[in-house]
């Protein structure tokens, strides 16, 4: 059996548990990053969902433990915003927010697409929260995601950038009306849109060449 890079496996446990965790929140009350935000002490929550982590996934608990050493220094990590805050995360390359009562792969279909905003560094944390609390609002598309600070070696500049799904490019209506609720949340600059299609195919932006779908 082939050895397995433990600081590859640390990386992917770290978002694996993120998932869990973030789904083992809100089964019991409030969001993740409302109980980061509002600072309030999740300890014992958090470690009842650490330990079925473990136990279903014993080797990707032992990469978390080898990377943060003890499952405290964890809590601690996210408490100081990572997997919350963009600027503050360094453990994985992208946040997640679901909108309520979406399945967690939505965003993987074919016939869904996203509007993507870019920002500088210093602008993606506030982005990032108004986007956010939208989509828990279910004001905005199916989910949303957000570049982190983790350097990621596909990052062709220092820029961040958010992505907001919507079901079905197809489903113009339903599209711009996720733009137009993304004007009224400060996004007055013109953005793009671009298709589930071209991602899975690898088309990026090049020199005359067209992967935005919409433009408003």
Request: glycine content about 6%; some cysteine.
């Amino acid at each position: 059996m082939e050895k397995v890079d433990p600081e590859v496996l640390a990386d992917v446990a770290y978002g694996l548990f993120e998932v869990m965790l973030n789904t083992g929140l809100r089964e019991r009350g409030p969001y993740l990053f409302e109980l980061v935000e509002e600072g309030i002490d999740f300890e014992a929550q958090f470690l009842e969902i650490f330990r079925k982590f473990s136990d279903d996934y014993p080797q990707l608990g032992e990469g978390l433990i080898f990377r943060f050493r003890s499952p405290h220094a964890i809590y601690q990590a996210i408490r100081e915003g990572e997997g919350v805050i963009p600027s503050r995360t360094t453990r994985m390359y992208w946040i997640v927010q679901d909108a309520p009562d979406v399945k967690p792969d939505a965003i993987e279909d074919e016939l869904a697409g996203k509007w993507l905003i870019f920002l500088p560094p210093e602008r993606v944390d506030d982005a990032w929260i108004l986007v956010r609390d939208a989509t828990c609002r279910n004001e905005l598309g199916i989910s949303a995601k957000v570049s982190t600070a983790k350097p990621n070696p596909d990052s062709r500049d220092s820029m961040k950038v958010i992505y907001i799904y919507t079901p079905d490019w197809r489903d113009e209506q339903e599209v711009m009306r996720v733009r137009e609720r993304l004007r009224e949340l400060g996004f007055a600059d013109r953005i793009g849109y671009k298709r589930n299609i071209e991602t899975f195919k690898g088309e990026y932006s090049q020199k005359g060449k067209r992967v935005t779908f919409y433009s408003a």
